[in-house]
């Protein structure tokens, strides 16, 4: 057995009492012979409490081979063994977070288990049945095709962590896929979790990062030229994986025994402030999720990112973002932008429609809850928080991203609507903007009396092409410039108390389109010192660092169109 501590410190032996039978001794510490069962093993802290499975209905099926599966959660499957899991990175928070030291995460054992090749005793892996709306249209069965969920743990703090490997091989979901994810699209899920998480945005967390030594089949731009790309693994962490698809599919068979199963098992382990399960409790659920799916966008909102594939199946019960597939961040602010290549007919998950879509998805989850609540307007009434909570939460957050004390009504209004506009009259980088903002200065008197120029002169870096800002242009963001600080002053607020309010919650540091290319670029070539470098940078993405001033810089003409950088497949 791996898992359980066994207090044995290293190098001094220790007779035990072992139900295990002596096998032959084949670990020298100091030249003293161990059993292996007795040795302390880099992650035996990892202290498993495995409710999902101990509390759920399984599948009954113990084979591996793609099929439906019914009133059942979830089916038992082991991650498949790879050639050479080897550690690309580990983030050092989520370490912390399971009570993990340093030289347990360096260790091999971390690599074996981390990459799909060991299964630590007390583990319990198991993929999860869901199904979703995919654009707009019912999609029946999906589950966990490439998550293999390896158990919960329950740190010092009694905090319940679920560990997922991402690519660890084929489940009973995998459909017609291969259950692999390349390493391109791992270094992407690994280093936006942990940047997303440093921007204070909800989100999933990812441990690690391990290549498998193995070459898997891609066509990434769907035109029928496949190439073999270097498989890879991520663990995501996060307090449960539970998605609106979770209970959708639950629904929509008509198995709602199973359905009110785990939305009680949901309320009782990821919501326990609300009380036990009962009608009144649902309700108050569904609201909270709402709730929660509304922070998480306005945060999305804030920060210029866009998920890129907003299906049900893709939407976190806990309002955490979850899936980092063909995901982008904005760099020229362009509410119609969508980062995903299968999306961009419809264009459905563009940046400025996420909100809507958001709701559309609450919509159809309300839907899914409704045969436990059996009446409409109630569950309308739930649905409502997620509109209220959006509106009042926009306002609010405005006003913080441009430094007003508060949002005080229609004149603010008008301020942030016209600045959305200004800000598409020319190519502009939103992240450059906001932060740049800060250093236009409210507190000198004149403004009326500079010219356009001068006005917008702090704000010049943020502009993708100089020759868009035309006499006409220039004259119209200035004058936005100049109501702004009329506006600023009304409240009285000091340059540099609104510049440190501002940089608190328009970053400096986002996860670029390009620069996590790059980091791929390098990845794949055996080089992993930048992905490391900007898991580093993104740790502080508010703090202005010096050294790191390249990793801030807007998008170099060469990524304008490069795959990776401005589009992306879902191919992963
Ligand atoms: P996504 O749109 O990436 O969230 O995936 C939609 C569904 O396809 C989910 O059920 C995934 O588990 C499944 N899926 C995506 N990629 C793969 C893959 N390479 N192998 C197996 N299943 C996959
Ligand atoms: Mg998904």
């Not at 360096?106 to 990459?115: L, Q, R, Y």
């Not at 670029?512 to 898991?535: H, P, T």
């Amino acid at each position: 057995m791996i898992g359980k501590a066994v207090a044995v410190d290293p190098g001094i032996f220790q007779v035990t009492t072992s139900e295990r039978p002596y096998r032959q001794l084949s670990f020298k510490t100091s030249g003293i012979s161990l059993l292996p069962s007795l040795m302390k093993q880099p992650l035996d802290s990892l202290n498993f409490d495995n409710r999902f499975t101990r509390d759920l209905p399984a599948d009954p099926e113990p084979a591996n081979f793609r099929r439906q599966v019914s009133r059942a959660c979830y089916s038992r499957v082991l991650p498949t063994k790879v050639a050479q899991p080897s550690l690309v990175a580990y983030s050092r928070e989520v370490a912390g977070l399971l009570g993990l030291p340093t030289d347990a995460c360096e260790s091999n054992e971390f690599e074996e288990v981390f990459g799909g090749n060991r299964v630590l005793t007390e583990m319990d892996p198991y993929a999860t049945c869901y199904g979703g709306h995919q654009f707009g249209n019912w999609a029946g069965q999906l589950g966990d095709g490439r998550a293999i969920n390896l158990g919960e743990t329950v740190n010092a703090d009694g905090e319940r962590w679920a560990l997922q490997l991402k690519g660890a091989g084929p489940t009973p979901y995998s459909r017609t896929a291969d259950g692999l994810a390349v390493l391109r699209s791992s270094v992407r899920e690994f280093l936006c979790s942990e940047a997303m998480h440093h921007l204070g945005v909800p989100t999933t967390r990812a441990l690690s990062l391990v290549t498998t030594g193995e070459q898997v089949m891609r066509d990434m731009f769907y035109d029928g030229n496949p190439e073999y790309e270097p498989g890879a693994v991520v663990c995501r962490v996060a307090p449960s994986f539970t998605r609106f698809g979770n209970f959708q599919i639950f629904a929509r068979r008509g198995e709602i025994d199973i359905l009110k199963q785990l939305v009680d098992y949901t309320i009782r382990t990821d919501f326990p402030d609300l009380g036990e399960p009962s009608r009144e409790v649902y309700l108050e659920w569904v609201e909270e999720v709402c709730r929660r799916t509304a922070e998480m966008i306005l945060h999305w909102i804030r920060v210029g990112f866009v998920h890129g594939v907003m299906n049900t199946d893709n939407m976190s019960i806990l309002g955490l973002t979850i899936d980092y597939g063909p995901y982008g961040w904005l760099e020229d602010y362009d509410p119609n932008w969508t980062p995903n290549t299968t999306d961009a007919g419809g264009r459905r998950y563009r940046f400025g429609n996420q909100a809507q879509i958001a709701l559309w998805n609450l919509v159809q989850f309300a839907n899914a809850i409704y045969p436990l609540i059996e009446e409409v307007d109630p569950l309308q009434k739930a649905l409502d928080v997620y509109s209220g909570g959006f509106e009042a939460g926009w306002q609010t957050m405005m006003a913080k991203k441009l430094g007003l004390e508060r949002f005080e009504g229609d004149a603010d209004e008008k301020l942030f609507a016209d600045l959305v506009e200004v800000l598409q009259l020319v190519e502009t980088d939103m992240t450059i903007f906001y932060r740049k903002l800060s250093d236009v200065s409210a507190e000198q008197n004149g403004a009326n009396e500079k010219s356009s120029e001068e006005i917008l002169s702090p704000l010049l870096d943020a502009y993708y092409v100089p020759d868009q800002l035309t006499e006409d242009n220039t004259s119209r963001i200035s004058e936005w410039i100049r109501r702004y600080i009329a506006r600023v002053r009304k409240d009285g607020t000091l340059d540099e108390a609104r510049r440190k309010q501002m940089n608190s919650v328009n970053p400096k540091y986002v996860l670029r389109n390009y620069l996590a290319q790059l980091a791929i670029d390098k990845s794949e070539g055996g080089d992993n010192s930048m992905v490391n470098a900007l898991l580093e940078v993104l740790r502080n993405p508010y703090d202005e660092q010096p050294e790191q001033e390249q990793h801030a810089e807007k998008r170099p003409d060469w990524a304008r169109h490069r795959a990776g950088c401005s589009m992306l497949s879902c191919s992963s």
